[in-house]
């Protein structure tokens, strides 16, 4: 006689989700928009995609810029975060080489990324603070109204579900990232 082992699998809600990760491909608004008059001098700090650009307008660098297939001009403020508003360069001299060419997905920097709480964060670009011994790579700013605090991001740790280390408390799971 034959015995059968019966297995039941019991379903329940995981702990963690993975990160969704978003990769954009860039165009110009497709409602009438103003655009500005600048250059973009250098590849990107914010984003190591080969198509992202640091800019100027007047003496204001934005970074990150993105191409678009319009030749001469390229999205700037492209995460849509509040306000809802894309930036648009008319470029006055052509682009300069980008230097991050050939990095794949896997090693690229996310140039905006959600918290678990809703937090948004975005790399500095310039000089880098240095807190209790640390380098800051990301700040992240509490939504409108919210009493959650200002986070400071010391580093990424990839994976399935990635992790921002911050720097006065414990990692905590991201919900998304651009590259």
């Known amino acids: 006689m034959k015995k059968t082992l019966l297995l039941y699998l019991i379903a329940s809600t995981p702990i963690y989700s993975a990160t969704t990760i978003i990769k954009q491909n860039f ?3 497709t409602k009438t928009f103003q655009s500005h008059k600048g250059s973009c001098f250098a590849s990107s700090i914010a984003s190591t995609r080969s198509d992202a650009y640091r800019c ?5 660098i934005i970074d990150p810029c993105f191409t678009v297939k319009k030749q001469g001009y390229v999205v700037c403020n492209a995460n849509q975060l509040p306000p809802t508003f ?3 360069i008319k470029l006055d001299k052509p682009l300069a080489k980008n230097t991050n ?10 140039w905006l990324i959600q918290l678990k709480n809703g937090q948004y964060c975005t ?3 310039g000089t880098r603070p240095f807190i209790d011994g640390k380098v800051l790579t990301y700040s992240c700013a509490p939504q409108k109204g919210s ?3 200002i986070e400071n991001i010391v580093s990424l740790t990839p994976g399935t579900t990635w992790k ?3 720097l006065k ?7 998304k990232i651009w590259l």
């Open 27 to 29: 165009q110009l608004p």
């Open 56 to 60: 100027m307008v007047g003496n204001q």
């Open 86 to 88: 894309q930036y648009v």
């Open 101 to 110: 060419q050939n990095i794949k997905i896997k090693d690229q920097q996310p």
């Open 123 to 125: 790399p500095f670009t």
């Open 147 to 149: 009493s959650t605090k």
């Open 164 to 166: 921002a280390n911050l």
């Open 169 to 175: 408390s414990q990692p905590v799971n991201i919900e």
